[in-house]
């Protein structure tokens, strides 16, 4: 979905979060799609917070050597927003309208339903198709994000030598990864599937009914958590924290005492975001749930997280299936896969 600019190819999608900013483009031609470009470039503590841009300066430049690690030429690339950030409604109205007549009524309802001046967003819609309440009347997804948001974000972009041509909503970028994932795999369209992807200081829980989004929900907790848990009990900074957990040479009590309880820190944050999801939702028959975010290739998680809460759970893993350019490191590229699910979402863009 593109919430707030006009749809454009040759996209690189470019995922800003709160530790790193994750690039990658892609190409589509007769053997299907194929990962052309792709880097991920750290960022320092502090540069985005909550997945908003805080220093501009700090993220360019990341974005800047990125592009260059990457290798990628192209100058237009799509970004998104997090779900916090946006305000989101769906209405319902008559499906007879005309395009100009349907733009016109949705300004109408905007003022109504976003709690700020409308002077002060950037708002866009996208209509989801046939309502359920009557066949006269199709549903209307309105986004709405304060101008702040976007400006300080298309700012570091833009000062790094890019144009920002397609801003989403985070949730809609993760749906978009998961087309892949539902093609390759053959999951019924019909099926309603929930996403739990784990940021580095936030987590989203996405949840689709086919290709549409019909609950999205932020959680404050991250994998930051834990590097904090390791460095607090080994005293160790956060970059020898990071070093012991992503290495082989652990303490006796290492998963006892810290993988452990973070694993079910994770069920427990899934299972709230079932139940806040159950009693506010008519889709409540969830198939499976898949995780993303760089901690869900922790050896075991998705078991775990099958095992306490009885649904079918797996790592997604939006590049498997994809033809790979020798420019890419592929080894990286697929250790970091179920990291990218925002990035592909963004960089399909491109083919819209």
């Known amino acids: 979905m593109n919430i707030f600019n006009k749809k454009t190819p040759a996209t690189i999608g470019l995922d800003i979060s709160s530790s790193a900013v994750k690039l990658i483009q892609f190409s589509r031609g007769e053997s299907g799609i194929r990962v052309e470009h792709f880097a991920i470039e750290p960022l320092s503590v502090g540069a985005v917070k909550d997945k908003a841009v805080v220093d501009s300066d700090v993220v360019a430049t990341a974005i800047e050597r990125a592009v260059r690690r990457s290798g ?14 946006v305000m989101t409604k769906t209405i319902s109205l008559p499906a007879d309208m005309s395009d100009v007549e349907l733009e016109s009524q949705i300004e109408i309802e905007a003022d109504q339903y976003i709690p700020y001046s409308l002077d002060e967003v ?11 309440r009557s066949a006269d009347l199709v549903d209307v997804l309105l ?5 702040e948001n976007i400006d300080l974000l298309t700012a570091a972009v833009e000062q790094a030598g890019l144009k920002t041509r397609v ?33 580095s200081q936030q987590s989203s829980f996405v949840i689709l009914n086919g290709d549409r989004v019909v609950y ?24 020898e924290a990071m070093v012991m957990l992503r290495g082989d040479d652990h303490p006796d009590d290492f998963v006892q005492m810290v993988i452990e309880p973070f694993q ?13 999801f159950s009693s506010s939702n008519e889709f ?7 995780l993303a975010g760089g901690a869900a290739l922790m050896q075991g998680l998705d ?13 997604a893993d939006p590049i498997r299936g994809l033809s790979v350019s020798n420019k890419v490191p592929a080894n990286s590229l697929r250790a970091n896969a179920p990291a990218l699910m925002a990035a592909c979402g963004l960089a399909m863009r491109g083919f819209d």
Not at 171 to 198: K, M, S
Not at 303 to 315: C, D, K, P, R
């Open 72 to 85: 990628a030429k192209a100058k237009n690339c799509a970004v998104s927003v997090s779900g916090s950030a």
């Open 122 to 132: 950037n708002r866009d819609f996208e209509v989801l198709g046939p309502s359920k």
């Open 143 to 147: 986004a709405a994000c304060k101008s």
């Open 167 to 199: 801003v989403d909503v985070e949730a809609y970028a993760i749906a978009n990864a998961f087309v892949l994932i539902r093609h390759r795999d053959g999951i019924p369209a019909d099926q309603t599937i929930a996403i739990f992807e784990i940021g």
């Open 216 to 239: 999205s929900r932020e959680h404050a907790f991250g994998s930051s958590q834990l590097i904090d848990d390791i460095a607090r009990r080994y005293d160790l900074n956060a970059d």
């Open 264 to 276: 079910q820190s994770v069920v427990q944050q899934i299972g709230r975001a079932l139940q806040f």
């Open 284 to 290: 409540q028959n969830i198939e499976s749930l898949f």
């Open 303 to 315: 078991q775990v997280v099958s095992n306490e809460l009885g649904i079918t759970t797996e790592v």
